[in-house]
């Protein structure tokens, strides 16, 4: 018996795609103008290393001159050449022979205090060095500057300097003071905020979030729209006008589709809201990150705390070679911490605890105990901003200028299609609204949960869908 095949109803199919068409438009009508501003901050900030490099290389970068010194001497050098009264926080010393040692150090926690309180130690959502700034002025992490709340049962995670904190630069070989910056005057930082807020504060914060959203539900309704029928994939040399236009821009946009929804989920994970539900997700699967227990400490002994340079050989001794943050211990019982500071070896990510007065190993968790979850977002978010070298920048800007080219190309498409006076809306078959799939539609919830702005925003959308399907069908009753 010859199996024989039910062709796919073309009036169902004309339903949905005419649904999709809609869809895909007020998506674009969303996204496209923070989208449009998103990427083109985004292509700048692409080139932080070498801009970074440029206007920093003096501070961050010596000649070798024979053996170094200790961390010990170079820390009190430091110590003067630091604003009165700060607190040491952490140094990074150089892990390469051409690389300078930074000494970062943060007000005292009255000054802390009261600047957050006035607000002035306002941090941004997702921001790695301020979230750290935020967890050193609440006295969560080892080597802080003081308690300001009752302690947490688990340190925070340390991403690299907070973002108040003064950065004093020495040359390891001489003890020679480079130089010192604020580290939330850097580059990186004001292209951050250029990208995530337009250097506004927090409350902008939500504008890119909405986008990311609507953009990721451009990408799946873009995908189906173009899912080869019986037209060609590829755009075609003998196109003219607006046939020419489409086919590129559903050619470019297909073509970035991996990349983009590796960019938008990665941007999503440390957005305020749907970075919550993420995050919430994470948990209840059980993939959450290893979490280091506030209540490890030294024991308290008659002796007195390692050096600087001791304990920098006893961390060197148990994590992998790459270059770290180390942070001094805080009271008695205080313990010294080290982290990973170069983002761009996700491999060699690791926290590590040593008791304050013998060295030994209170606390240990590497490559190997990171959740997959933790993996993937090790690897998605320093691949997002570019840290991985030439070529992941070379993506990224390729990337960038696709969807710049994306957004223009659906504008000229919509205002070659647009008859004066009308809105331009894709026409919606008969019963489009009932051809969705259940799949669909669970899909779409599954979406909303994850992205309560686009839920939120949704609600608005089909409100107006309702309001102008009410208007057509009075005046069709007229």
Known sequence: ???????????????????????????????????????????????????????????????????????????????????????????????????????????????????????????????????????????????????????????????????????????????????????????????????????????????????????MVMLVTGIYLWWPQRNPTLPQSTARGRVAWKQWHAFVGVALSVMSAVILTTGLTWSKYAGDQVKWLRDMSGQAPPRISASIQSEAVQAPVLSWQDAWQAARSEAPDVSMQLMPPKGAQGVWRANQMDKSQPEKRFDLLLDAYGGRRLYYSGWSEQTAFGKATAIGIPFHRGEFGLWNQALLLVFGVGVVFSIVTGWVMYFKRRVHGYTGLPVLAAGAWKSVHPGALVATLGMFVLMPLLALSSAVVLALEGFWWWRAGGAAKA
């Open 1 to 215: 018996m010859t199996n024989t095949v039910t062709p796919f109803p073309a009036a169902l199919r004309a339903q949905r795609r005419s649904l999709l068409w809609r869809i895909h438009f007020w998506a674009a009508l969303i996204a496209s103008p923070v989208a449009l501003l998103a990427a083109l901050s985004g292509i700048l900030y692409i080139f932080t290393p070498q801009i970074e490099d440029a206007l920093y290389g003096h501070l961050e970068q010596v000649a070798p001159a024979g053996e170094a010194r200790s961390l010990d001497a170079l820390v009190q050098v430091a110590q003067q050449a630091a604003p009165a009264g700060w607190v040491l926080h952490s140094l990074v010393p150089a892990h390469g022979v051409t690389d300078s040692l930074q000494v970062a150090f943060v007000p005292p926690p009255k000054a802390s205090a009261q600047a957050q309180a006035s607000g002035g130690g306002h941090t941004s959502h997702g921001d790695h060095g301020a979230a750290n700034s935020a967890n050193v002025a609440k006295g969560a992490s080892a080597g802080d500057g003081g308690a300001l709340a009752k302690p947490a049962a688990f340190l925070r995670p340390s991403f690299g300097f907070p973002g108040r904190a003064r950065v004093v630069y020495l040359n390891p070989y001489t003890a020679e003071v480079l130089g010192s910056l604020v580290q939330e005057d850097r580059f990186s930082n004001w292209s951050r905020k250029l990208h995530s807020n337009y250097l506004q504060n927090d409350n902008w914060r939500w504008l890119l979030e909405l986008a990311a959203s609507w953009l």
